[in-house]
């Protein structure tokens, strides 16, 4: 028995899985998100629709009997920072005691680029846990006045071809208006795969900017082939219970949308500065507890660490994961390799 049949025996578990709640409600916040603090549902440390999948035969494989998945994505907002912020960075470090890394801060102040470019380094890194991940790029024509912009792509082709040819993914970070206006969409996408003479199969919305089930059905539209966008910003965790990939239904048709979904279940911003405003130990300890969820479930735990996370501390945290993860000996790899593996040997 397929996925969705299995949670269509649960009425509760269905309505979770399909968000149901969302249909009716019309709260959202500035940047048009549901937010989880406006959710009935509040177990959201635990995968409750994967684990009733699982406690009814549901079963899934992975290459090389890999017993789960990590699906690593790193946002790309921006790759320049104003020497104003860079100053206050060495400041802060400097007040905190972080004598070493202040004065690389300090040092950057001559750069435009540096050390936001990081993408070889962040490839470097999770080479040395044989994981690879997906970098989603913005595409946004400069002439449209989207406050969002903040480089060209067409500067960044030859990173992004490097990014490619090591096996690792180039998708798309969709603009505020191209997750609301599917022709915005469509040129985004468009753009992007100009750049890098090919098609682009993945994506993830800006901000999390995530509408169900219109943006399933917009994405589709565009033909995009998966997404990584639904998850809450203001909180890590499973926004529908699950921690599979998933072909959505649409509640207002009752038909299976053809596009796969990968729940975003941590963003670095979601543990610290931004909305939780955790400590490390306790982002740690929640940390460790959702990938040990998803292990028990044999399923799929999507983390997005953006590249301007990934200096400092926060590189150490994300590398704290990839060990973990690695001593878990879970397969840790890109959401177009797992959106692949998962059309081709799991939706049989």
Not at 77 to 94: E, F, H, M, P, Q
Not at 220 to 232: P, V
Not at 295 to 321: D, M, P, R
């Amino acid at each position: 028995m397929g996925m969705h049949e299995l949670l269509q025996k649960d009425p509760e578990m269905w309505d979770l899985f399909c968000r149901k709640e969302e249909y009716h409600s019309s709260l959202r916040d500035k940047n048009n998100r549901f937010p989880y603090y406006a959710s009935n549902y509040r177990h959201i440390f635990e995968p409750k629709a994967s684990e009733y999948l699982m406690n009814n035969g549901y079963q899934v494989e992975y290459p090389e009997g890999k017993p789960f998945a990590v699906c690593l994505t790193h946002d790309i907002d921006g790759i320049y920072t104003s020497n104003a912020s860079k100053r206050s960075d060495a400041i802060k470090k400097l007040i905190h005691g972080k004598f070493s890394e202040s004065f690389q801060s300090i040092k950057h102040l001559r750069s435009k680029k540096i050390p936001l470019v990081n993408f070889e380094e962040i490839m470097n890194l999770e080479e040395r846990y044989n994981a690879q991940s997906s970098f989603y790029f913005l595409a946004l024509d400069k002439n449209d006045q989207d406050y969002r912009y903040s480089y060209d792509i067409k500067d960044l082709e030859n990173e992004m071809c490097s990014i490619k040819d090591r096996g690792w993914e180039v998708g798309l970070h969709i603009g505020r208006r191209g997750s609301s206006d599917l022709n915005e969409l469509k040129n985004e996408k468009k753009r992007l795969e100009k750049v890098m003479n090919n098609s682009i199969t993945g994506c993830r919305n800006h901000y999390l900017t995530f509408v169900v089930p219109a943006s399933w059905e917009m994405l589709h539209a565009a033909g995009l082939r998966y997404d990584c966008s639904f998850g809450y910003a203001d909180c890590a965790g499973f926004r529908n219970g699950m921690c599979h990939p998933y072909r959505p239904v649409n509640l207002n048709t009752g038909k299976i949308i053809d596009i796969i979904e990968i729940p975003l279940v941590i963003m670095d911003a979601s543990l610290f500065d931004t909305y939780m405003r955790l400590d490390s130990d306790r982002a740690w300890e929640i940390t460790r507890g959702l990938i040990d969820a998803v292990a028990a479930c044999h399923g799929v735990i999507t983390l997005l660490w953006h590249n301007t996370s990934l200096i400092g501390e926060q590189t150490k945290f994300y590398e704290k994961i990839l060990k973990y993860c690695a001593e878990k000996e879970a397969w840790m790899t890109s959401g177009e390799h797992i959106s692949n593996w998962w059309k081709q040997n799991v939706e049989i």
